[in-house]
């Protein structure tokens, strides 16, 4: 009975233990949903944060989009007369910038502050760009470098200090004529008659006057261009009327060195890049400018057999970063207006020496920031030739037409029958053997290289590169 009785206390006193369980329970899945509630929300607010940062950094980016824009468009139309005048003009365009608006999005008002930083060199400059959002911020940098293109038409031309009429040879230091060398034309030089500088045997002569003392013309080269950047063009697949294929632009090579890409017609809409241009095996490659002058940025142009035509209405304006080669018989824009062509040819640190031998021809003007410049054989060039390089060399071959050849760091070495009609500035000059140096009136309206000076003309306005690529601060 005892026992019973025990059991049934036992019994009795465990009643309202499930009520205690079930609370527990509650009570877990409470703490489990708050919990859940609170990631959540943390989730929310994180993905908030994250999306207001990367808003943000198109905020900036849309800053230094519309600026470059509004520069672009502005630089363009400045008239200024002279290079003081232009900059002075960019100035008051920089400080007069106005940010892009944006309108409100999910409660917040993003905003772009713009400004311009002016860099060390001349025309250098930086977009900054602050983009706003809340108390998001990101700040984004791109360079540019604005040019003044000079001043069209009006008294005076572009070109190096005026040279009198009749003056074929402007020399810093010693002139040797032997054999037969010939100068016709007058020379001047700064340095003075006791230097005694200029040496003549019997038979070579001067048909001219020398002007001794000249201190009133520059030797100095024009500032040579930073080099522009733009796209490269697609890989593209030619076919020729048999089904030959060939893949004629590849990894960024123009390539006319296949028989299926002869005469291969390269039309441009706008400018490009390559990291090469290459002809062989007396192929043919055309380029078609269009109704606009256009350019074309190239490391190398390997013409080592091979012709390039250039065709359309306006002018053609090469930048060669690393080298340029020409072998055979090879020729550019042969036979066309040496106007319609400049190239640029890159310095290094081992300069180059461009040579014109053969029957190798360029209807063009070159500027060669360091390279060395020889002609021989039947070598022809026709255009102007500005370089900074130590060594022009003319053996044999000739300049057609009236032009400058202003390098005036170099020595000129003429020999053989080397011709030249127009006008050289150099450092020192020697002439052997039948060799002339012949004075051409040049034409210098359009007179590519050197930057125009003022006059009654109107300024031609400005150009802004993109010196490429946006980076975050």
Do not use: C
Not at 408 to 423: E, R
Request: charged share 20%.
């Amino acid at each position: 009975m005892n026992s019973f009785s025990s059991s049934l206390f036992h019994l009795k006193n465990e009643r309202g233990s499930s009520l205690v369980l079930v609370l527990l329970v509650i009570v877990m899945f409470t703490i489990l949903g708050v919990s859940l509630m609170g990631l959540g929300l943390n989730n929310v607010k994180m993905s908030a944060s994250e999306r207001n940062d990367q808003a943000t950094y198109y905020i900036a980016e849309a800053g230094i989009v519309e600026a470059m824009s509004e520069i672009e468009a502005k630089v363009e139309q400045i008239k200024a007369k002279t290079e003081g005048e232009f900059f002075a003009e960019v100035e008051k365009i920089f400080a007069d910038i106005k940010p892009p608006t944006f309108e409100k999005s999910l409660g917040s008002q993003p905003e772009a502050v713009v400004s311009i930083k002016k860099g060390t060199d001349k025309g250098d400059y930086s977009l900054v760009s602050e983009g706003i959002i809340d108390s998001k911020k990101r700040i984004l940098e791109k360079g540019i470098k604005v040019e003044w293109k000079g001043v069209i038409g009006g008294g005076e031309t572009g070109g190096p200090p005026n040279f009198p009429e009749n003056l074929v040879a402007l020399i810093k230091r010693n002139i040797n004529l032997s054999g037969s060398g010939t100068i016709n034309g007058d020379v001047a030089t700064p340095s003075s008659k006791e230097d005694n500088l200029i040496k003549q045997t019997p038979e070579a002569k001067i048909n001219g006057k020398i002007t001794y003392d000249a201190k009133d013309y520059s030797f100095e080269l024009p500032p040579f261009p930073e080099f522009p950047m733009y796209p490269t063009p697609a890989n593209k697949e030619i076919i020729n009327s048999s089904g030959n294929r060939y893949t004629v632009i590849n990894n960024g090579r123009l390539l006319i060195d296949n028989y299926v890409s002869n005469k291969y017609l390269l039309e441009m809409s706008d400018n490009l890049s390559f990291k090469e241009i290459k002809l062989a095996s007396n192929y043919t490659l055309t380029i078609d400018t269009g109704d606009s002058d256009k350019q074309i940025v190239v490391d190398q142009l390997n013409n080592y057999q091979g012709h390039i035509n250039i065709v359309g209405n306006g002018k053609l304006t090469v930048y060669i970063k690393e080298s340029i080669s020409l072998g055979g018989s090879s020729t550019i824009n042969k036979g066309k207006s040496f106007n319609q062509l400049n190239i640029y040819l890159q310095g290094a640190r081992n300069p180059q020496t461009i040579t014109f031998s053969g029957d190798q021809k360029i209807f063009g003007s070159v500027y060669a920031e360091n390279a060395n410049i020889n002609f021989s054989g039947s070598g022809g060039f026709q255009g102007h030739i500005l370089t900074g390089g130590k060594k022009v060399k003319i053996d044999g071959g000739s300049s057609g037409n009236p032009a400058y050849i202003f390098a005036p760091n170099a020595d000129f070495t003429f020999t053989g029958s080397g011709l030249v009609k127009g006008t050289i500035v150099g450092n020192s000059l020697y002439a052997d053997g039948g060799t002339s140096i012949s004075y051409e009136k040049i034409n210098t309206s359009n007179l590519p290289f050197f930057p125009s000076r003022s006059g009654g003309g109107e300024g031609a306005g400005g150009l802004v590169i993109d010196l490429g690529g946006i980076n975050e601060k």
